[in-house]
């Protein structure tokens, strides 16, 4: 159910050209149309519905057929079908990925910025994620300083919010204790109560997207072509996760600045041209 709640979510997507067949089927000797994709997810054409069933986890290779690019998604979810005329629709989402899995992936949906910039919106976090297994790592070790740099930052985020955090739970506390005396409304509990969700909800995707900043740095590709389109990757990745005081803190902290300082600089920053 959760997966289906992903594929459904993720409603951008794009036509391309490619093909797929299961992942014994080297040659390609007998494979399905493809039909679209987005980032975590793709759909082809089968004539029989009995091939891939809703709920099922299967491996597929699939071919790009503008490059001829050929590469394996281990696995993947279908989650629905659909009957249109005499062929079936099957929608699948990818549940793991590595790496370089997810590079040869992302070369067939981002084909132009305004695709990817598209793609990324559409994308929720929790559906952004590869293996660390079969992920090469990177040999440059600018990698690992900018994966360091968004732990720093990952991890003085959450201590510089541990204080909302501990005054939402003080009110919380209080108003209980007045409830108890029925001096306080109910809906003033559920409003508190919402407001610690949203600070729950905030600061776990903002962490969770620095520390998948950093694992995505950390399994950069070597080969030079592929490190570019990593990079764009990430590029793309950073603009659609990472929070505007996140991504002007993490600019700071390449010049120079310890974590907690970006952290503060940024938010004045941020202030002030709220101010304007």
Not at 10 to 22: D, G, K, L, M, Y
Not at 112 to 127: C, G, K, R, V
Not at 213 to 234: E, G, M, S, V, Y
Request: with cysteine; proline share 2%.
């Amino acid at each position: 159910m959760i997966q289906m709640d992903l594929e459904q979510r993720q409603s951008a997507r794009f036509s391309r050209p490619f093909e797929v067949t299961n992942n014994e089927d080297i040659a390609f000797s007998d494979p399905f149309e493809g039909n679209d994709v987005n980032l975590t997810g793709l759909s082809f054409w089968v004539d029989d519905a009995d091939f891939f069933l809703p709920g099922q986890i299967v491996s597929l290779r699939i071919k790009n057929s503008d490059s001829e690019e050929i590469y394996c998604l281990e696995g993947v979810e279908v989650v629905h079908q659909r009957q249109v005329d005499n062929r079936v629709l099957c929608g699948c989402h990818i549940t793991q990925v590595t790496s370089d899995q997810l590079l040869a992936h992302h070369r067939i949906v981002m084909t132009d910025q305004n695709t990817a910039l598209i793609s990324m919106q559409a994308t929720d976090l929790s559906e952004f994620d590869f293996l660390e297994d079969g992920s090469q790592m990177s040999s440059d070790e600018a990698d690992y300083q900018e994966a360091s740099m968004a732990l720093n930052l990952a991890v003085s985020q959450l201590k510089s919010s541990r204080h909302w955090g501990s005054e939402l739970l003080k009110d919380i506390e209080d108003t209980l204790h007045c409830a108890q005396n029925s001096m306080v409304d109910a809906s003033e509990i559920e409003r508190l109560l919402q407001q610690f969700s949203h600070y729950y909800q905030h600061m776990s995707d903002t962490t969770i997207a620095l520390g998948m900043l950093a694992k995505l740095l950390a399994h950069t590709p070597n080969n030079p072509d592929d490190k570019q389109a990593w990079q764009r990757l990430i590029a793309d990745f950073e603009s659609r996760f990472l929070t505007e005081q996140q991504q002007i803190a993490y600019d700071f902290m390449h010049q120079g600045m310890s974590a907690e300082e970006a952290l503060q600089l940024a938010e004045r920053y941020l202030n002030e041209s709220f101010q304007q």
